[in-house]
């Protein structure tokens, strides 16, 4: 089974710039989630799809950062405009939704905002 | 308000000998406990889960006690092998958090070391 591809793996941007992260998750897993893991912290959830529908976005920082979910199967998350403590490396994972099944992690983008 | 804690941010132990990795948490609607592991540059690994209905769960070279009183658990592993050093983070589930939609809470994780 094919795992959870991110793209890009790196990138640098100057503050206020925007950018874009791709994720595709494993076929047939209905949940997906956006992880913003900030150095030396464990992962924190920015916002959680099942199918197509946002269940949950509540630590989304809506004023600059935006994502879909298109089709319920790839999922992009934005930045507009960055900001320094933005530089993280942002996860995208998927799951059956099952209790205890665990998800699925992607190798993450790792962003630097200088 | 940190739900899940990992109070340890590193350990090192000796090639065979056990690796025991501690987590407490405060919610105490927390009904499923993981843990991950994360090599650098890769993103984590499922490990290992236990649901709160049981205290210990084994796989392995892996088990994880869970103690609901104290609301603590751990993840033991024997015996340890250098390639099992790696960032470990414990996470919980809340049923409550989304209706059928498990979000997880992570701790901070916690760098093993195992030395050849």
């Known amino acids: 089974e094919a795992g959870v591809a991110q793209s890009p793996r790196y990138k640098i941007i100057e503050k206020r710039q925007s950018v874009a992260f791709w994720c595709n998750p494993i076929s047939g897993h209905a949940t997906l989630y956006w992880y913003q893991q900030i150095l030396g912290q464990g992962p924190k959830l920015l916002i959680q799809f099942q199918n197509n529908g946002v269940v949950d976005d509540s630590q989304l920082p809506k004023d600059r950062f935006s994502a879909e979910r298109l089709k319920g199967v790839d999922s992009t998350l934005k930045i507009q405009p960055a900001k320094l403590e933005d530089s993280a490396v942002y996860l995208c994972?998927?799951?059956?939704?099952?209790?205890?099944?665990?998800?699925?992690f992607g190798s993450g983008t790792r962003l630097t905002v200088v | 308000d940190q739900q899940v804690k990992q109070n340890s941010p590193s350990l090192s132990v000796q090639e065979g000998r056990i690796s025991i990795l501690n987590c407490d948490y405060t919610n105490s609607m927390f009904d499923y406990f993981l843990w991950y592991k994360k090599y650098p540059a890769e993103g984590p690994t499922f490990l290992i889960s236990?649901?709160?209905?049981?205290d210990k769960n084994e796989d392995g070279r892996f088990t994880v006690f869970l103690n609901k009183s104290a609301k603590h658990l751990s993840l033991h592993i024997v015996p340890s092998q250098p390639g099992d050093s790696a960032v470990y983070f414990c996470?919980?589930?809340?049923?409550?958090?989304?209706?059928?939609?498990?979000?997880?809470?992570f701790g901070k994780g916690t760098l093993l070391t195992v030395n050849p």
């Open positions: 994972a998927s799951s059956l939704n099952r209790q205890g099944y665990g998800y699925t």
């Open positions: 996470a919980a589930s809340d049923p409550h958090s989304g209706g059928s939609n498990y979000k997880l809470t």
């Open positions: 236990i649901s709160s209905i049981k």
